[in-house]
């Protein structure tokens, strides 16, 4: 009798070979291989596969079977199979259902599985059973060369005279049971083709040349401020400990800080775990972030910022004064700053001349105007309105009827077939509640949030009507909640779905198609969608690649690691104190009698005991502490840098390559008074605001709606808007080496105010 390893078939003639196999079932022979379909819902199941005609002896033999996908893997429901056996009743098998691969035998009728482990594709695509010397093996294998045994044993049955079976079937009725595949019986394996086999070192050398790209960014030394060990004899006043242990006035304990420090320097998983915490205090967010390894984009470590402001610096505590009349001017709406501002004596002529003569080192624009004030320094930012279009108009569209979302003031963002309401529940204010709007001003409620006492939950709604973002306070709330990337994903849907029109009103006759038509042009390297250029492709548009699919993929991909390398330098370099930390080390320095001194700069402690913020501190909130926006006060994670603030920068980035970022926003608005409406803005610049500059001015707003809030220093949004650019360029670097389309590159103005070009991995500023 013939051996079973002489019996092969590779099933490339794609028809059955009658003289060799019987066919049960749904089988059938195409591209060269075997498919098994069982049919949906069939009751009691069905069975299909190839059996051999003639007998075969395994003795001293084998069986080999190319596996290339099995039956849907629902529990208990399916098998696909490779038997060896005289008969049904005795034979050995290799088995996968439920998700494992499984060494069974039969032995007269018996079934007993001898072996299970989990299914994986890739390492088990070849199966074998073997038999040598009164030993029957159960084996593995990856490529057809490799073998792995799953299990071997004493010959359980005759192997002689055996029938060659291999198939697959469902034992119940299901909707989709799948398909198996199966190739090259007793065969080496077939080669690809020229071109699959092409693709695959296309893909590896691709791959290669981005990792060399990624390996040639030189990794920059990263260096704090030293506060860590600037004060010896006060440890750890500077640095922030939020959530571990203090002492009476709520300066760390530094034991407790040290562990913290353990965990970092070793970088094992277990001493995070060690961390010493007072009990049931709420948990370190992600300390271990900036440890992950990133296969795209730059590495976490690969990017850095500047040691942050030391804490007995003029800057950091100009930088605290801003924050004090940010959380003064919470209330004050938007489209009242020039009115407001311009009145002798008011709470905002007051802040401007306190910025301009206390705190000139606070990191903004001086002199300190109405337009400027509390507002970012980056191209666009000081131009229009304070908030972002992005952040109040909704798209139009004549289809809808008025008031919703046929006109841009009625504020819907268009999502697919859905709408996003700019408007928000937002919290109760100064006029509703007094003092009480905020929290954290009394110090045994601040000790006790130090030590991890979790407030959050506590928020005052008010709960009259949704409103638009009209003050630093309801910008503090839209950044309480959100994600960071909400905001840059409605942005994205605005930018793809506005119509050509006006940017204003839906006017059936003279505006465009609604996600057809649309207002705002890709990017000038985009190889499909430059409308009008020389450029623009004649048959095809963008999707998966320079199109909506990929804008929206890339808003994410960028969101995360530019997250992670935040985190780096939040935990692994800075670990800069929170203004929040900052304000009880002045509250104990200022409290009569004194309950600890400190080495503040004297610009801020004069400035609340007798010079521009003395009217407001104590009077006001009873005591020196910064008021804080949100119930628990800072987030369990360091200031420097701000992860809203480094997310944002990544993002603008990327729609500034996705989008013509010189295309004007028309028609721009501003919230009014109370919320409830957007009204035209009328400045002088109301012609001047373009694409790029709202979204620069999108991502001050949501990492300087975090300083409202009392959260984050100047600073951390000053130095991580760029530390965002730069993982998003990172990564754009790397996906230019990707693509199919010719000439296609991305090309965009950074926060510097030059503009680069990113082609075949190569970042290159332009001249003009």
């Known amino acids: 009798m013939a051996k079973a390893h002489l019996f092969s078939d590779n099933f490339n003639d794609n028809s059955l070979d009658t003289a060799k196999w019987f066919n049960f079932g749904q089988t059938q022979e195409v591209n060269q291989r075997v498919e098994v379909r069982p049919p949906p819902n069939r009751s009691g199941g069905s069975y299909s596969g190839y059996s051999s005609k003639v007998l075969h002896d395994l003795t001293g033999s084998f069986v080999e079977l190319e596996v290339v996908q099995v039956l849907n893997q629902v529990p208990n429901a399916t098998d696909t199979l490779l038997s060896v056996g005289s008969n049904d009743d005795n034979r050995v098998l290799i088995i996968v259902n439920t998700g494992s691969i499984r060494c069974v035998q039969v032995v007269g009728g018996v079934v007993t599985p001898l072996a299970v482990c989990a299914y994986d594709p890739a390492a088990h695509r070849w199966w074998r059973l073997r038999e040598t010397q009164g030993t029957t093996w159960w084996e593995v294998s990856p490529d057809g060369e490799r073998w792995t045994t799953l299990f071997s044993k004493a010959n359980p049955v005759s192997l002689t005279s055996c029938k060659l079976v291999f198939g697959a079937g469902t034992y119940q009725p299901l909707p989709n049971p799948g398909v198996a595949i199966f190739d090259s019986f007793n065969?080496?394996?077939?080669?690809?083709?020229?071109?699959?086999?092409?693709?695959?070192?296309?893909?590896?050398?691709?791959?290669?040349?981005?990792?060399?790209?990624?390996?040639?960014?030189?990794?920059?030394?990263?260096?704090?401020?030293?506060?860590?060990?600037?004060?010896?004899?006060?440890?750890?006043?500077?640095?922030?400990?939020?959530?571990?242990?203090?002492?009476?006035?709520?300066?760390?304990?530094?034991?407790?800080?040290?562990?913290?420090?353990?965990?970092?320097?070793?970088?094992?998983?277990?001493?995070?775990?060690?961390?010493?915490?007072?009990?049931?205090?709420?948990?370190?967010?992600?300390?271990?972030?900036?440890?992950?390894?990133?296969?795209?984009?730059?590495?976490?470590?690969?990017?850095?910022?500047?040691?942050?402001?030391?804490?007995?610096?003029?800057?950091?505590?100009?930088?605290?004064?801003?924050?004090?009349?940010?959380?003064?001017?919470?209330?004050?709406?938007?489209?009242?700053?020039?009115?407001?501002?311009?009145?002798?004596?008011?709470?905002?002529?007051?802040?401007?001349?306190?910025?301009?003569?206390?705190?000139?080192?606070?990191?903004?624009?001086?002199?300190?105007?109405?337009?400027?004030?509390?507002?970012?320094?980056?191209?666009?930012?000081?131009?229009?309105?304070?908030?972002?279009?992005?952040?109040?108009?909704?798209?139009?569209?004549?289809?809808?009827?008025?008031?919703?979302?046929?006109?841009?003031?009625?504020?819907?963002?268009?999502?697919?077939?859905q709408v996003i309401d700019q408007r928000q529940w937002t919290v109760k204010g100064f006029p509703e509640l007094g003092a009480n709007a905020d929290y954290l001003t009394n110090f045994t409620d601040w000790l006790q949030v130090q030590d991890g006492r979790d407030d959050r939950g506590k928020d005052q709604f008010d709960l009259t009507r949704r409103r638009f973002i009209r003050n630093l306070r309801d910008g503090a709330n839209y950044v309480h909640f959100d994600q960071v990337v909400n905001a840059w994903w409605n942005a994205a849907f605005y930018l793809l779905s506005e119509p050509r029109g006006n940017q204003n009103m839906g006017n059936a006759a003279g505006t465009g198609r609604p996600q057809v038509d649309m207002e705002i042009s890709f990017n000038r390297g985009n190889p499909y969608d430059p409308p009008g250029t020389a450029e623009d492709a004649r048959k095809q548009v963008g999707f998966a690649t320079f199109g909506p699919v990929h804008l929206l993929q890339v808003l994410i991909e960028v969101a995360g690691r530019a997250g992670r390398s935040v985190w780096w330098q939040k935990w692994g370099v800075h670990r800069r104190l929170r203004p929040e930390e900052y304000g009880g080390r002045v509250d104990n320095h200022l409290n009569v009698p004194s309950r600890r001194t400190y080495p503040l700069h004297t610009s801020i402690t004069a400035s609340l005991s007798t010079g521009g913020l003395a009217p407001y501190f104590p009077e006001r909130y009873g005591s020196y502490l910064l008021p804080q926006a949100y119930p628990e006060g800072c987030p369990t994670h360091p200031a420097y840098g701000a992860g809203h603030a480094s997310i944002s920068g990544a993002c603008a980035t990327i729609l500034k390559a996705f989008f013509d970022e010189s295309a004007p926003i028309e028609s721009p608005m501003v919230a009014n008074a109370?919320?409830?409406?957007?009204?035209?803005?009328?400045?002088?610049?109301?012609?001047?605001?373009?694409?790029?500059?709202?979204?620069?001015?999108?991502?001050?707003?949501?990492?300087?709606?975090?300083?409202?809030?009392?959260?984050?220093?100047?600073?951390?949004?000053?130095?991580?808007?760029?530390?965002?650019?730069?993982?998003?360029?990172?990564?754009?670097?790397?996906?230019?080496?990707?693509?199919?389309?010719?000439?296609?590159?991305?090309?965009?103005?950074?926060f510097d105010g030059i503009t680069v070009r990113i082609s075949n991995g190569v970042v290159e500023p332009l001249v003009y």
Do not use: C
């Not at 296969?295 to 990017?303: G, K, N, S």
């Not at 800057?315 to 004090?324: C, F, I, R, S, V």
């Open 674 to 750: 109370d919320g409830t409406a957007l009204v035209g803005y009328t400045g002088a610049d109301a012609a001047q605001l373009t694409v790029g500059g709202e979204l620069n001015k999108l991502a001050g707003n949501i990492s300087l709606f975090r300083n409202a809030a009392g959260v984050h220093w100047r600073s951390d949004y000053t130095e991580s808007l760029p530390l965002g650019e730069a993982v998003a360029i990172g990564l754009l670097q790397e996906m230019s080496l990707t693509f199919n389309e010719d000439d296609a590159f991305f090309q965009f103005t950074r």
């Open 187 to 417: 065969t080496p394996t077939a080669s690809p083709s020229r071109r699959v086999e092409e693709r695959r070192l296309s893909a590896l050398g691709t791959r290669e040349k981005a990792a060399k790209l990624a390996a040639s960014r030189s990794h920059p030394e990263h260096a704090n401020n030293n506060d860590e060990v600037n004060y010896p004899s006060q440890s750890f006043i500077g640095n922030y400990s939020k959530a571990l242990r203090h002492d009476a006035v709520g300066d760390p304990e530094p034991v407790s800080y040290g562990s913290l420090l353990r965990a970092l320097q070793s970088r094992d998983p277990g001493d995070f775990e060690e961390i010493l915490q007072p009990p049931n205090a709420k948990k370190l967010t992600n300390p271990q972030a900036g440890l992950a390894f990133d296969l795209e984009a730059p590495d976490t470590q690969a990017v850095t910022q500047p040691p942050a402001p030391r804490f007995d610096s003029e800057q950091t505590a100009a930088e605290m004064g801003e924050l004090y009349w940010m959380a003064l001017a919470r209330d004050v709406p938007f489209i009242n700053y020039a009115t407001e501002a311009g009145t002798a004596g008011s709470l905002l002529a007051q802040a401007i001349g306190s910025l301009n003569t206390e705190f000139p080192w606070f990191g903004g624009t001086v002199p300190v105007t109405a337009q400027n004030l509390f507002r970012g320094i980056y191209p666009g930012e000081q131009v229009g309105p304070y908030v972002s279009q992005f952040l109040l108009k909704g798209n139009v569209d004549p289809r809808k009827p008025d008031g919703q979302g046929r006109d841009a003031a009625e504020g819907y963002i268009t999502y697919g077939s």
